[in-house]
């Protein structure tokens, strides 16, 4: 069981740790962080079933994240040097450096990386019926 997670640089969390119980509920307004704490989770599952040394911002798990420059903090975009942290129960962060690259613009690529990360046991259910698209099918 994740028990607690940080989440620094990371589209509405600048510095955030979040202490989770057996029965955790996530509770709040539209846009206070609740699809950005599971997207947290989301890659931080990504990141551990990886062999390569990025992980994608759109792909598995129904993730739709954007660009680079979507997913790093608003206080902190255009600052030089930033980096998303996320950190598991007290471990070692994975850090993505922000680089926003033409190139590679739906991928974050790890900088650090613990050197075995333990696979979470995470099972990502999904409610959406016909939820919000990006384009309509008419």
């Not at 129960?89 to 680089?99: Q, V």
Request: charged letters at 25%; proline letters at 7%; hydrophobic letters at 40%.
């Amino acid at each position: 069981m994740i028990r607690t997670m940080r989440l620094a640089n990371f589209k509405c969390f600048e510095d955030e740790t979040l202490v989770f119980r057996p029965l955790t509920i996530v509770a709040g307004a539209n846009g206070a962080g609740k699809s950005s704490l599971l997207q947290g989770l989301l890659l931080a599952q990504q990141a551990s079933e990886s062999r390569v040394d990025y992980v994608k911002l759109n792909g598995p798990f129904l993730l739709s994240l954007g660009k680079t420059g979507d997913v790093v903090c608003q206080f902190m975009f255009g600052e030089s040097g930033v980096e998303i942290e996320l950190t598991l129960d007290d471990g070692t962060p994975l850090r993505w450096p922000f680089e926003e690259s033409p190139k590679e613009e739906h991928i974050l690529t790890v900088s650090a990386r613990p050197p075995s990360i333990r696979p979470l046991d995470l099972t990502y259910l999904n409610a959406e019926r016909i939820g919000p698209r990006d384009t309509q099918d008419v």
